[in-house]
């Protein structure tokens, strides 16, 4: 099967930042982005103690692209993804998700945010062991009690690679197959934004290949928006977008490049 | 090592809290109920010593056949009074009654109620009296009467009112004259008492000189055991002597040995919810050593040896059970007085002066709490020294299980436990037996199985608890996505779920196998009731239950003049003891010329006619007793009365009764007066006349009986059953009270189970509130949880009380004519609280869900 990823390797640093669709001449939708943070801070801690783990972030991520944001330990990049997708609240700032300022709502709002406009892929899979694959790729669905659409879903199991693996469940399939499932589940809802978490930590590379090449697909098959945070240069290569992060602040933001390019990036960087 | 421990119990304290208390409330329960008992103890010593005050020497009705028996003729009378007074040495004599009696308002409206006794007390000389008038003064006048205070209170009397008494031959009208207190001001055990004048007591007796006894002060210089032996030797031995502090000691013995009925009665609940904790133990140990894998795997690489391994995991056994025991201890005092406002609701009013807490109580409640947690945490203590050092460098490392046992060990294993019942059951320890019985049953199910499909080694360990899961499950399968996965994650763990939900069957196993007995007891009552009574009235006392209160024997004298109705027979129950035996026969003693047309008798050797045989030497056996005495027609039996002496009877007929009328002899009414000393009626069966309504009659009988015998009324027979079944309810609600305390203790066990479970399972519930599941839906899905693992404990329970009800009462009482009955309502009501109990238990661990700190639970460890 004929994967996006060798040709992200292969594409040079000067290829404009769209998709090979959008290039093609559908309209993209840029106006604003479709997530946007204004001025983001978290701090950690009180008085002397306190840590600013996001120090005044302005960030847009149009749709249709695949970001990657990397950045050393304790950078702020997963804090930032995590109040990007609505996990957890801002000290101070605002973040837009599809037109909606997201860090006005409450609970209850940004759970059905995060169940209707967001998808989400992590390191450790976190599947449902007691449910099937197909259960597990149906879940968000299941939550919100809405209707499947089956052609949608063949669609997703046929391009992730799983058809034949549907009735099986997580502790019958490898670390690569639960990944791809999962990728599938962050799919399944038609999300507006997929956030990824490391997608590729627990991955061996020919696995990570695989599922990277997978997001890849999405955003240009299927119109996906994919924000990725990871350490993992070879991982970020995948991306159209390469975003780093350093205590909290944004160091570096500009095209995806090679593996040994963005290797070079971090070293300089520091 | 324990200082570790001691940390990470402080660390768990919420799962310490709800383990010790799962120990707690069993030794509450039973701390509880030694101190009740010893309170209760303790209170009528106080009272008994009161009342033996003033008394050197006592002389009392020797109790031949125990001390249950009343309403018999005493044997002391004037001329035994008079050769007490004569005795040298004796500065006083007098004789005094005490016996019980109903009080009455003027309109005829009992004024005790429930279970507090009312007795009528003659007035003695000052040196014996124990009761002191707190406001007017002692009867004089056989037209006065004096009252004790708590009676007073409670019905509103005051001095200068009238009010009813009657005793077991007669009822008088008295003015209140004074307001009495007993002895030092105790509470006399919720009792009521009436003082009267002597001759008044004994008319409402209907003994006119006799006494209940004679209370004795001896002169200067003579000590109470002198005296005591000088008036030994001048009665007859149909009574006894004692000093006044040897009555007070007897009185108490004999109050013990009714108590310590009471606190087997109590205990069995108490270990029964005890057997519940330790589940929960069990349980929760289990699961914290499978979740402390890791943290073991550690120790064992740092050197620490399997030994200190599970001396770890016993230590914090050896302190949960601390903790739980001194917990329970204090609660016990709480217990103990709820107990007491239980039985008082039940109608039984115990004294109650002090709260006793005996050394005992503390010792045995501390010894209990802590062993039984201990022990139950020595299996996953056990299981910790398992755990191989490499557990610290691995995720998921299990502890190696032991094997599943071969076919072989099954059958050896049953074998085994066949023998086990035969030596249990030929020891005599049948109730041992029988529960191994069941045990051995369901292994055999087991092993039947195995064998069935031909597998050395079974594939599954469990197939019970899954099947049940999934059926359950399917009913709040249709909730969606919630109710699928608690039905999943309830059989996840199937030991987990087992163990947890069998806790909550133990509880409910025992309520459905007493809901089964009483069905089946209430069938068996209403079916004797209609097909033996064939008569349209039973008069008995109105303090329902109370077979030791009886009618006068002359209420069916005077019924008999009442229009319409055609005949009365009456019933009276009394003892004899065989010779040779040390229980004590019990005698149903009738009307030969009437008995016949009103009840029928299911003759084994005999007929109706034989009954005119009875006379004063004839008796009719029960089969039972028949054969297990080995009486034919025509056979002799000699008995000890209540009286002292010895009656023959010939056997002159044999008949079954599954109405349970009939004692082990029938004897006549005649003869039981005679010989047995039997004053009172138990009961009268009433027949109409040809077209006498009851619409006419029961008014007309019930008129009289408020008039004449305002302790009697009449009941028809469908008032009769339902009084029987009220009984036996009252009795059922009492044992479901105390067993709800088993099944609260095993809502804790769901608790914790829920909690551990869902302390396991952050990350997935991290995931779930990540990718959009309200707080709500994760509320929902551990409710739907644990209400499946509380059905699959009720579903246990129910099959396992219902089938063994079943059992028990067709192998031992298929012969008395059990009748079978499933109450399927009290059943499904049963699934219901097991049901409610699910949702219960679900709350705190659900919210705990609901609040789950999604960040930590999605990107930590």
Redesign the interface.
């Known amino acids: 099967m004929p994967y996006a990823m060798s040709q992200a390797d292969r594409r040079p640093a000067e290829v404009p930042l769209v998709s090979s669709r959008v290039a093609a001449g559908t309209e993209p939708r840029v106006s604003g982005g479709l997530v946007s943070s204004w001025e983001l801070r978290r701090r950690y801690g009180e008085g002397e103690a306190a840590v600013d783990a996001l120090d005044g972030i302005t960030v847009t991520f149009p749709a249709r692209r695949f970001a990657a944001i990397m950045g050393p330990s304790g950078s702020g990049k997963s804090t930032l993804m995590h109040i990007l997708a609505g996990l957890d609240q801002p000290t101070s700032g605002t973040v837009t998700l599809d037109g909606v300022e997201i860090t006005q709502l409450g609970d209850r709002e940004l759970t059905e945010l995060r169940r209707d406009h967001v998808g989400f892929i992590f390191q450790t899979f976190n599947l449902l062991p007691v449910l099937d694959a197909e259960e597990n790729i149906l879940l968000p669905l299941s939550i919100a009690g809405r209707r499947v659409d089956r052609d949608w879903f063949d669609t997703l199991v046929q391009t992730v690679g799983i058809a034949d693996r549907l009735s099986h469940r997580p502790a019958e399939l490898s670390g690569g197959q639960q990944q791809r499932v999962a990728v599938a589940r962050a799919l399944i809802s038609r999300p507006s934004v997929v956030f990824a978490d490391e997608p590729s930590g627990n991955l061996d590379s020919k696995s990570t290949d695989h599922v990277l090449g997978l997001l890849r697909q999405a955003v240009d098959e299927f119109e996906q928006t994919v924000v990725m945070v990871t350490h993992d240069a070879h991982a970020a290569s995948f991306a159209d977008r390469l975003l780093v992060l350093a205590d909290g602040r944004i160091v570096h933001d500009g095209e995806a490049v090679s593996t040994e390019q963005t290797l070079d990036l971090m070293k300089a960087l520091g | 090592m324990l200082r570790l421990v001691l940390r990470g119990f402080l660390q768990r304290k919420l799962r310490v809290g709800l383990t010790a208390v799962a120990v707690a409330l069993g030794v509450a329960l039973m701390a509880g109920t030694y101190i009740l008992t010893d309170t209760i103890n303790n209170s009528f010593g106080a009272i008994f010593q009161t009342a033996s005050k003033g008394h050197d020497v006592v002389v009392t009705p020797k109790q031949t056949l125990g001390n249950e028996v009343l309403s018999q003729t005493s044997p002391i009378d004037e001329a035994m009074l008079a050769k007490v007074r004569a005795t040298p040495g004796v500065a006083q004599a007098s004789g005094s009654i005490f016996t019980p009696g109903t009080f009455l308002d003027t309109r005829g409206k009992r004024l005790t109620t429930g279970g507090a006794p009312a007795f009528i007390a003659s007035t003695v000389p000052p040196r014996f009296e124990s009761f002191k008038p707190v406001k007017g003064r002692f009867p004089r006048s056989s037209s006065e009467l004096a009252i004790d205070e708590a009676t007073a209170k409670r019905a509103n009397l005051h001095l200068g009112q009238q009010m009813i008494v009657a005793g077991s031959a007669a009822t008088g009208r008295y003015t209140i004259v004074g307001i009495t207190k007993f002895g030092g001001g105790e509470s006399f055990g919720g009792a009521g008492a009436a003082l009267l004048v002597p001759a008044e007591a004994q008319r409402l007796l209907g003994e006119p000189g006799h006494f209940d006894q004679i209370d004795v002060a001896a002169s200067p210089g003579i000590t109470a055991q002198q005296l005591r032996a000088r008036i030994r030797l001048e009665l007859p031995s149909n009574v006894d002597v004692r000093t006044g502090a040897q009555q007070a000691k007897k009185n108490t013995s004999d109050l013990e040995s009714n108590l310590s009925f009471l606190r087997t009665f109590l205990l069995v609940f108490a270990y029964v919810a005890l057997v519940v904790g330790a589940f929960i133990i069990f349980n929760t140990f289990s699961i914290t050593v499978a979740q402390r894998t890791r943290e073991f795997g550690l120790l064992r690489t740092l050197g620490g040896s399997r030994v200190q391994l599970m001396r770890s995991v016993l230590y914090e056994g050896l302190m949960l059970g601390v903790l739980g025991a001194v917990l329970g201890l204090f609660a016990g005092i709480g217990v103990a007085s709820a107990l007491n406002q239980l039985f008082k609701s039940f109608g039984a009013d115990l004294p109650n002066n002090g709260t006793v807490l005996q050394s005992r109580t503390i010792v045995v409640s501390l010894l209990v709490g802590i062993g039984v947690t201990v022990l139950a945490g020595l299996p996953p203590a056990l299981r910790a020294m398992r755990v191989p050092p490499l557990a610290a460098m691995r995720e998921g490392v299990q502890i190696p299980r032991r094997p599943l046992p071969t076919r072989k060990a099954l059958i050896v294993r049953f074998v085994l436990g066949v023998l086990a019942v035969g030596i249990l059951i030929a020891v005599g320890a049948s109730g041992a037996g029988i529960a191994l019985v069941i045990v051995l049953v369901l292994r055999a199910a087991r092993l039947v199985v195995r064998l069935r499909r031909g597998e050395e080694r079974p594939a599954r360990r469990y197939r019970v608890v899954p099947a049940l899961g999934h059926a359950i499950g399917s009913l709040v399968r249709w909730r ?2 919630t109710g ?2 608690a039905e ?2 309830s059989i ?1 763990e199937p030991g987990r779920t087992m163990v947890t939900a069998a806790a909550l069957t133990v509880g409910l196993a025992l309520v459905a196998f007493v809901a089964v007995l009483a069905a089946g007891t209430k069938a068996t009552i209403n079916q004797a009731v209609t097909r033996s009574f064939a008569g349209n009235l039973i008069i008995e006392n109105s303090q329902s239950g109370n077979n030791e209160q009886g009618i006068p024997a002359a209420v069916a004298q005077r019924l008999r003049a009442v229009p319409g109705i055609a005949s009365v027979t009456p019933i009276a129950f009394t003892v004899g003891r065989a010779k040779g035996s040390s229980n004590n026969s019990s005698i149903t003693a009738i009307d030969p010329a009437t008995f016949s047309s009103v009840y029928r008798i299911e003759w084994k050797q005999g007929s109706n006619a034989t009954l005119g045989l009875l006379g004063d030497t004839g008796a009719v056996a029960t089969k039972g007793y028949a054969s297990s005495h080995h009486l034919r027609l025509g056979s002799t039996i000699t008995l000890l009365t209540p009286t002292d002496r010895h009656t023959t009877v010939k056997i002159v007929g044999i008949a079954s009764d599954n109405a349970r009328l009939l004692g082990d002899l029938t004897i006549s009414r005649s003869l039981a007066k005679s010989a047995f000393g039997q004053r009172e009626d138990a009961l009268d069966f009433v027949t109409y006349a040809r077209g006498a309504s009851n619409a006419q009659v029961q008014p007309a009988v019930d008129r009289l009986l408020a008039a004449a015998f305002p302790q009697a009324r009449s009941r028809t027979a469908t008032q009769f059953k339902a009084d029987q079944a009220g009984q036996i309810n009252t009795l059922l609600t009492l044992i479901y009270v105390l067993l709800a305390l088993s099944v609260i203790v095993s809502l804790f066990g769901i608790v914790n189970t829920l909690i551990l479970s869902i302390y396991e399972r952050t ?2 519930l ?10 709500r ?1 994760i509320r929902q899905m551990i409710r739907y949880e644990s209400v499946i693992t509380a059905l699959i404990g009720g579903v246990l329970g129910l099959v396992i009380g219902v089938v063994g009800a079943v059992l028990v009462t067709s192998l031992t009482l298929s012969d008395s004519g059990f009748v079978q009955a499933i109450p399927v309502g009290t059943l499904a009501v049963l699934l219901v609280v097991a049901a409610l109990a699910g949702v219960i238990a679900a709350q705190l661990p659900a919210r705990r869900a609901a609040r789950l700190d ?2 930590r639970a ?2 930590g460890e």
């Open positions: 969606g996505i699928r996965l999943e994650n996840r990350r997935e991290g995931m779930m509130r990540a990718i959009g599941t309200s707080r839906q999604m960040l999605i990107s």
